[in-house]
């Protein structure tokens, strides 16, 4: 049971590149998120999708694009990239309910710099 | 908007020296709370959650707290291994937006032998 995986773990990018970043879970959890980390920002939610076929905007969406591949997966594509979206990416699931809100589980992280 | 400050940024201990970190909050109403440690290069991993005030919840040497504006985290008797960055985050309201947490910038623990 390996929980939440994110690859890759390191990346270096050029302004203008693109690149997806691949995130599962074996949890069986309906719910997955992406977050970024900036030294002094804390953790900021990007997208989320709440279940399978479904994705919405978090706090901070602007140059990102999400797909939730199926139950399991759920990719994030910078599609040029910019020295902003230098930061540490991660990845969490739960099983969200419609009674309640249940702890998130969050994985390894990709450290991205964009240069 | 929903705002969670933490405090303070940074707490240096000797082992033994035991303390407290504090997490505020400014919700429309309260949904509940979350505590989470962060290692060096690593994920966050959860520790708690605390639904309504007056909840007190344990876990070896931490114990949370929540009241109807902030919550603590009690560390009795610290060790070494207790060195981490602690994150406090509240949900978000309402159906699927329950998912979108607010994070605070966390309080830095180092516990010196």
């Known amino acids: ?115 | 908007e929903d705002q969670v400050t933490q405090s303070p940024e940074a707490l240096r201990l000797q082992e033994g020296e035991s303390s407290s970190l504090n997490c505020s909050y400014t919700v429309s109403g309260l949904r509940g709370l979350f505590w989470y440690r962060q290692d060096p290069g690593k994920g966050p991993e959860f520790l708690f959650t605390l639904y309504s005030a007056g909840e007190e919840k344990e876990k070896e040497r931490l114990k949370a707290t929540l009241t109807k504006k902030e919550s603590f985290l009690h560390i009795t008797a610290p060790k070494p291994e207790d060195s981490a960055t602690y994150l406090c985050a509240v949900p978000g309201a309402g159906g699927t937006s329950y998912g979108k947490l607010t994070f605070g910038q966390g309080t830095i623990l180092t516990v010196h032998p």
Request: charged share 15%.
């Open chain 1, 1 to 115: 049971n390996a929980g939440v995986t994110q690859t890759p773990k390191f990346q270096v990018l050029k302004t203008g590149q693109s690149m997806t970043l691949q995130c599962a879970q074996d949890m069986n959890h309906n719910s997955m998120y992406w977050y970024r980390q900036d030294p002094g920002m804390g953790l900021r939610l990007i997208y989320y999708s709440a279940s399978e076929g479904t994705t919405d905007k978090g706090e901070v969406p602007n140059g990102y694009n999400v797909s939730r591949l199926n139950k399991r997966e759920f990719s994030l594509r910078l599609e040029s990239a910019a020295p902003s979206q230098t930061s540490v990416y991660f990845c969490a699931s739960n099983n969200q309910g419609a009674s309640g809100n249940y702890e998130q589980y969050f994985g390894p992280g990709t450290r991205l710099t964009v240069t």
